[in-house]
T-cell receptor, first 113, second 111 residues
Framework: SAVISQKPSRDICQRGTSLTIQCQVD?????MFWYRQQPGQSLTLIAT?????????ESGFVIDKFPISRPNLTFSTLTVSNMSPEDSSIYLC??????????FGSGTRLTVV | DAKTTQPPSMDCAEGRAANLPCNHS???????VYWYRQIHSQGPQYIIH???NNETNEMASLIITEDRKSSTLILPHATLRDTAVYYC????????????FGPGTRLSVLP
C-alpha cells in the first residue's frame, strides 16, 4: 500500500495565524482525504481532495477556513486559516489505494495558543 | 453517522487472544467491513477487511457472521504494543467513498 509522509508532525501557532500541512504520497492516487481529530475524539472528515478540481467539504467545514490544494496525484496541502485555540487538533491526510482501503499519514498535532 | 457499534473499552491479558466485537446490523450487501487501529494519536493503521468470508493475515483474523450483521476481530496473541483504539468501519466498495469513523474500542493489553 501507499506510504504517506505528512509534515509538520507538530506545531505550536499563535492565534490569528495560518498553518499549511503537507501530505506527500509515494505513488499516484486519485482520492485523498483530510481528517481532523479533536482531543479525545474520533476522526472527522474535513474534505475530499481530487486532483484537478476543487475539494469537496463536509458539513461544518468551509473552504475559507480550510483551503486545500491538490496540484498533482501525489501531493496535497491543507491550510488551517486564522487559527483559534478551538482549532487545536490532530490533522490527518489519507489516500485511497487500488485495494479500496485507506492509508493514513502520521498526523500533524496542532496547538494554537 | 457511523454504521457500527463497538464497546467503548476492553482489557486483555498479554499473550491471550483479544476478541473485539462489532455490530453492523444495517450493513448492505456491497459493504465491506474494515478494521483499523490507532496507537496513541498516530495515524490509523489498516488491520484487515472482508466482505462475507472470514479473513486472516499476519496481524489478525476477521470473523463475520453468516448474516453479516456482526463481526469479531481477533488478535491471537495480544502484546502490550497492541494497546490502541480499534475502529470497525463498514463501507461500500466504491472508489471515493470515504470512511466514517465511530468512537471505536479502546483496547488495553495488561501485563
Amino acid at each position: 500500500s501507499a506510504v504517506i509522509s505528512q509534515k509538520p508532525s507538530r506545531d505550536i501557532c499563535q492565534r490569528g495565524t495560518s498553518l499549511t500541512i503537507q501530505c506527500q504520497v509515494d505513488s499516484q492516487v486519485t482520492m485523498m482525504f483530510w481528517y481532523r481529530q479533536q482531543p479525545g475524539q474520533s476522526l472527522t472528515l474535513i474534505a475530499t481532495a481530487n486532483q484537478g478540481s476543487e475539494a469537496t467539504y463536509e458539513s461544518g467545514f468551509v473552504i475559507d477556513k480550510f483551503p486545500i490544494s491538490r496540484p498533482n496525484l501525489t501531493f496535497s496541502t491543507l491550510t488551517v486559516s486564522n487559527m483559534s485555540p478551538e482549532d487545536s487538533s490532530i490533522y490527518l491526510c489519507s489516500a485511497q489505494g487500488d485495494w479500496g482501503g485507506y492509508t493514513f499519514g502520521s498526523g500533524t498535532r496542532l496547538t494554537v495558543v | 453517522d457511523a454504521k457500527t457499534t463497538q464497546p467503548p473499552s476492553m482489557d486483555c491479558a498479554e499473550g491471550r487472544a483479544a476478541n473485539l466485537p462489532c455490530n453492523h446490523s444495517t450493513i448492505s450487501g456491497n459493504e465491506y467491513v474494515y478494521w483499523y487501529r490507532q496507537i496513541h494519536s498516530q495515524g490509523p493503521q489498516y488491520i484487515i477487511h472482508g466482505l462475507k468470508n472470514n479473513e486472516t493475515n499476519e496481524m489478525a483474523s476477521l470473523i463475520i457472521t453468516e448474516d453479516r450483521k456482526s463481526s469479531t476481530l481477533i488478535l491471537p496473541h495480544a502484546t502490550l504494543r497492541d494497546t490502541a483504539v480499534y475502529y470497525c468501519i463498514v463501507r461500500p466498495d466504491n472508489y471515493g467513498q470515504n470512511f466514517v469513523f465511530g468512537p471505536g474500542t479502546r483496547l488495553s493489553v495488561l501485563p
